[in-house]
């Protein structure tokens, strides 16, 4: 009966607004018989020349917004990563500082950004391979490199979980570095046997079967009253699924495969039907790569290198960065370099614009995977 009705609204309006768009010019269609004429086409890929190829995405939901890469471009090995790993933390609400909390039981460990090529002399094979990661999700997403985080390793054993959750911030202390995370891209990294999928408790996945993708065919205006038509519906579910899955819409890692979804309306307001969390692990381990987004510049402006203003943190975790010896590791962006100022000199005590040598800091040591594999 519900399908019915639908037909018959469909049939009356339809004609209506195809005339209404039309006049503006506007086309709103959606081909179902031929996807890969009808997504945006990006022939010149990312930066390093690579080509992106939109049709191997797939849409789940519009609200919230979220989708999933069938082959992930990239595939991280993190067997040196390993001995790295620490206690994830969370945001405090109030203050913005990262603190322990029960709401998140896995361990982890954040990947450098690559570092500028016009800014140093010397360009690591990391800083290569993660510009290649970084720039491949500036296309994915439409956003630059610049307004994404460093990308988080994270490990979960069996039971660890990360409770249901918001990636926008509450607090003004992260508001301040670059606004609310707008998109969040997590790349599996392995399977699980059982348990540790990403869930979306408050998903409404569209309510559309096999008649109404025909009347596609017809009309290519019928893609925004499907939209209008959504209607909460439960996932079928298998044995393989876990307790937790039940829960809303449930996305099972898959290694290779990569999902993303927005923390924001298009209007840059907040989603609260973006809440989602990763299940418990319960059989096997669960490995993942994050790179969370804003809608502004994450990398803040550089500071002036004079006496006076040189000794300064611009990043809120500089402090825990320097306490576990990034300053040696990751010199070139903790102190800084002949070329450019570092991100942390207050942390790491250099009150002064730095002139160091490259060969202090390009070493394997701040290599923490053992290899990226292209899979072009």
Sequence with gaps: MR???MLIVYAYTSSFFRDQ????GINLGFYITSLRTSVIRLPNGDSYGHPFDPSRVIRISWHPRFFTHIVVVYKIY????KDKLEKSMVADVK???SIESTVRTSKGMFIRKAQNRNEIIIVSLKDEVVGRIESRISVWTFLPVENGEAIQVLHYENGQKYLPHWDYFQDKTNLALG??????VLMYLSN???GGETIF???????????????SYVSNHVDWFLDDLQ???????????SECASQGYAVKPKKGDALLFFSLHPNATVDPLSLHGSCPVIEGEKWLATKWIHVRSFERKRVSASKNEGCRDEHITCPEWAAHGECVKNGPYMVGSANSPGKCRKSCKVYHFPQLKFDTFLSDTMVIYTAIEYLS
């Design 21 to 24: 768009y039309d006049r503006v």
């Design 179 to 184: 606004g609310h995370r707008i998109v969040t």
């Design 231 to 241: 209607m909460k519906e439960s996932q079928p579910k298998t044995d393989e699924d």
């Design 201 to 215: 408790p408050e998903s409404e996945v569209c309510s559309v079967d096999l008649l109404l993708y025909a009347i």
């Design 3 to 5: 399908l019915f009705l």
């Design 192 to 194: 699980v046997e059982k």
């Design 95 to 97: 203050t913005g500082k």
């Design 78 to 81: 993190v067997d040196m990563a």
